[in-house]
Each structure stands twice: as C-alpha cells, then as structure tokens.
C-alpha cells in the first residue's frame, strides 16, 4: 500500500547562486537542521532561520530573508507538498 509523505522543498538565493533541496518525511523544523547542515553552497554555511514567515494566503510555503553571520544576503523558500511512497 502506499502512504504520503511531506517533502520539503527548498529554493535559496545565496552570493548570486540559486540551491535547490528537499527533504522528504521529516517535520520542517528538522528539514531546516537537515539544509543548515548540508552546505549545499560548497562556500559555508547558508543558514535558514527557523523563524520563517508564512506567506498570507498559501499553505505550505514559507519565505525569509536576511543577513548570514557573514553579513551576505540570503532568500529562502520553502514548499511543502505531498507525495505517495
């Protein structure tokens, strides 16, 4: 039988580049641990504030944006969807 699953999707602006990543199965709170920890930038961490917005009129999906610790510029949305397993 086949069950859903939530999948996490995100998209990051980061030093002019766009890094896109999921993570299925998980909460989004351990998706954001799972992308801070992955350095998908290959440049250091690109770090995701768990205090992330939702965005008014949209359920699953999430935007913030800010400063890293290096005083660089990020952009980050998320996505939730679901999908069959």
């Known amino acids: 039988m086949r ?19 999921q993570y299925p199965d998980m909460s989004l709170l351990e998706a954001i641990k799972s992308f801070n920890s992955s350095d998908p930038s290959g440049q250091g961490a690109v770090p995701i504030d768990p205090e992330l917005v939702a965005t008014t009129g949209l359920e699953g999906v999430f935007y913030c944006s800010g400063l890293t ?8 949305n998320i996505v939730a969807t679901e999908i069959y397993s």
């Open 69 to 76: 610790d290096r005083d660089e510029y990020i952009a980050a």
């Open 3 to 21: 069950g859903k699953q939530k999948l996490w999707t995100f998209i990051v602006g980061f030093e002019g580049g766009t890094y896109i990543s």
